[in-house]
């Protein structure tokens, strides 16, 4: 009964390869969410969407992109992937946007860049 | 700006005592206040949250969290803890402008048998 499905789990690429990361949601939520984490830090919001409506972090570099198709799937591309952009990407939905919904996580993707 | 501290970066308790980790936010209005726990290689799972009502709030896997509007504190406890509460812990608020988490640094938590 997984609610937000992540894949792949493990993805390798080599710099300046294009990814994509994908996720999905079996909750019907409104609104996803992509954070980049990096090792032993906290998760950082990149970018989300609310419905159609994309919203990008002010400090979200050009090199990360998404997609949401529908309500269920949601893509995040790197373009021109960096040594430093190797991380967890996790992916999160929320039923709505009131401050106090609660945010369902994935369980990540985890990120090499060679 | 929102923000949220996490003093403690790393604590260890043995398996059956008790556990508080602690949590201090800065927000300007009534914040709304979570708990996560991540363990390794996994996604965030919410322990409890508080937006409103009781200040003592009770979670899942036997956590509690209290919320103290004078010492801007939201600290998660457990009386026993076991051997499986070994994770990270995050604590967040939520600014209530289209529901953006800010997250604390996280506590590492390891426990000894």
């Known amino acids: 009964d997984a609610m937000v499905i992540q894949n792949p789990r493990y993805q390798v690429t080599q710099f300046g390869k294009p990814v994509t990361l994908s996720c999905s949601q079996t909750l019907n939520h409104n609104v996803m969410y992509w954070y980049q984490q990096k090792s032993s830090q906290a998760p950082k919001l990149l970018f989300h969407y609310y419905d159609k409506d994309f919203n990008n972090e002010a400090d979200t570099p050009d090199n990360f992109q998404s997609r949401r198709p529908n309500t269920s799937f949601c893509f995040l591309d790197i373009r021109s992937p960096g040594l430093g952009d190797a991380a967890m990407y996790l992916c999160a939905t929320s039923r709505d946007s009131q401050g106090w919904e609660t945010q369902y996580f994935g369980p990540g993707t985890r990120l090499l860049v060679l | 700006a929102q923000s949220v501290t996490q003093p403690d970066i790393h604590i260890t308790v043995s398996e059956g005592a008790s556990l508080e980790l602690r949590c201090n936010y800065s927000?300007?209005?009534?914040?709304?206040l979570f708990w996560y726990v991540q363990s390794p290689g996994q996604g965030l799972q919410l322990l409890l949250k508080y937006f409103s009502g009781d200040t003592l709030v009770q979670g899942i896997k036997g956590f509690e969290a209290e919320f103290k509007r004078s010492q801007s504190s939201f600290n998660l406890r457990k009386p026993s803890v076991h051997w499986s509460d070994a994770a990270e812990y995050f604590c967040a608020v939520n600014n209530n402008a289209g529901n953006m988490l800010t997250f604390g640094g996280g506590t590492r938590l390891m426990v000894k048998p």
């Open positions: 927000y300007g209005a009534t914040p709304y």
